[in-house]
């Protein structure tokens, strides 16, 4: 929160009021010309219940706004507790004689690590409810490859054998413009990475994050991206959020800075990606 939004905040209750009313501002400003927003769940949480209705009440404030809502949680478990998950953010919450959503988004980031049974109640939900997952696959992180890009004995790579079981879970659920409802989260700070996974998951929808802030450009992920410019939704989160900050952007308020941000994030990325689909 900008200096002048963080005086006098004492409870948790007041940060989330506080959170609330920026989060509404900047989606004022900004649904226009952004398709979707991705609320991480970690920033809600430390500031307990009250935290967690800021969260909800956010998401379904961007729902009203026309906006896709992508719930970054990477939540998983084994099969029962993975199904309590999925009910929670894509499905519904049966009560006596009716069902009741508690986070009504789109979308969620999952990790898959825990095989199949942690995935399938996921999948159950997005073939009830027309939702959509984000599995980890190449996460943007410095460190990921410390795991990620550790060989098989078959030669894989675990970030490619995690991407080909990814494919396998969405086989069943790929929509009409070729594209998956499971798909996978790649870094664009990790173009090496994320080109070898577009040729192999050709049916596979890209969350891709690491743009701007954490040091991905567009010429790095456009790679993301199949030959008709399709294929991927970009996260920028500083950049936007934290625009008023930047000195291109002086003197603006955090709402209308964060509107500029995005502005010039879609013409960065239409003068890379666009050039693909003509």
């Given at each position: ?10 409870t948790f209750e007041d940060a989330a009021e506080r959170i609330t009313e920026f989060n509404l501002n900047i989606i004022d400003k900004v649904c226009d010309v952004v398709p979707a927003v991705k609320v991480q769940v970690a920033y809600y949480e430390m500031y307990g219940y009250e935290g967690l209705k800021a969260f909800n009440y956010t998401v379904k404030y ?217």
């Amino acid at each position: 929160l900008p200096e002048e939004m963080r005086e006098d905040i004492t409870t948790f209750e007041d940060a989330a009021e506080r959170i609330t009313e920026f989060n509404l501002n900047i989606i004022d400003k900004v649904c226009d010309v952004v398709p979707a927003v991705k609320v991480q769940v970690a920033y809600y949480e430390m500031y307990g219940y009250e935290g967690l209705k800021a969260f909800n009440y956010t998401v379904k404030y961007a729902h009203g706004k026309g906006m896709v809502v992508i719930a970054d949680c990477k939540r998983n478990d084994i099969g029962s507790t993975a199904s309590c998950y999925a009910k929670a953010y894509l499905g519904s919450t049966p009560l006596s004689g009716t069902n009741v959503k508690a986070f009504p988004a789109d979308m969620l980031t999952v990790n898959g690590y825990l095989g199949c049974d942690g995935i399938k109640p996921f999948i159950n939900e997005i073939k009830a409810n027309d939702k959509s997952i984000f599995v980890l696959v190449k996460t943007s992180n410095q460190s990921s490859g410390e795991l990620q890009n550790l060989k098989l004995e078959n030669g894989e790579y675990v970030y490619e054998r995690m991407g080909s079981l990814v494919n396998e879970w969405g086989k069943d659920v790929i929509g009409k413009y070729g594209y998956s409802e499971v798909g996978a989260v790649v870094g664009a700070t990790h173009p090496e990475e994320a080109a070898n996974l577009r040729k192999r998951l050709p049916n596979t929808f890209f969350l891709i994050p690491g743009y701007g802030a954490q040091g991905g450009s567009a010429e790095m992920l456009k790679v993301c991206f199949d030959n008709r410019g399709l294929g991927g939704v970009v996260n920028s989160s500083r950049g936007i959020i934290c625009a008023y900050k930047n000195p291109e952007y002086k003197g603006m308020s955090y709402y209308d800075a964060a509107r500029a941000a995005c502005i010039d994030m879609q013409q960065d990325l239409a003068n890379s990606i666009g050039k693909m689909s003509r």
